[in-house]
Nanobody, 115 residues
Framework: QVQLVESGGGLVQPGGSLRLSCTAS????????MGWYRQVPGKERELVAA???????NYAESVKGRFAISRDNAKNTMYLQMNRLKPEDTAVYYC?????????WGQGTQVTVSS
């Protein structure tokens, strides 16, 4: 059973940056396109960034130009560099396979953008 662990969240002021990390217990990064999702209370979880096994990235319009997704397949690790953060980026961020999210969800990491 694959376990996903997200880390790197925190409280940051608007305009600041954070780097999230996602590690997996299995070698899924060699076979799965992966993605970062986020969820705020009362709303559905949304995919904000995805990356293929070969490294091709796609982004939701809301984060395009500010977020950068990357992966290190050998380390079973994926990253999300978030720059120029906005209050509307506040959410719990999760990683999983990119649509469909076929693995069990981890606990996520909270990102709060506030002054």
């Amino acid at each position: 059973q694959v376990q996903l662990v997200e880390s790197g969240g925190g409280l940051v002021q608007p305009g600041g940056s954070l780097r999230l990390s996602c590690t997996a217990s299995g070698n899924i990064f060699y076979i799965s396109s992966m993605g970062w999702y986020r969820q705020v209370p009362g709303k559905e979880r949304e995919l904000v960034a995805a990356i293929t096994v070969g490294g091709i990235a796609n982004y939701a319009e809301s984060v395009k130009g500010r977020f950068a997704i990357s992966r290190d397949n050998a380390k079973n690790t994926m990253y999300l560099q978030m720059n120029r953060l906005k209050p509307e980026d506040t959410a719990v961020y999760y990683c999983n396979a990119a649509l469909p999210p076929e693995y069990d969800w981890g606990q996520g990491t909270q990102v709060t953008v506030s002054s």
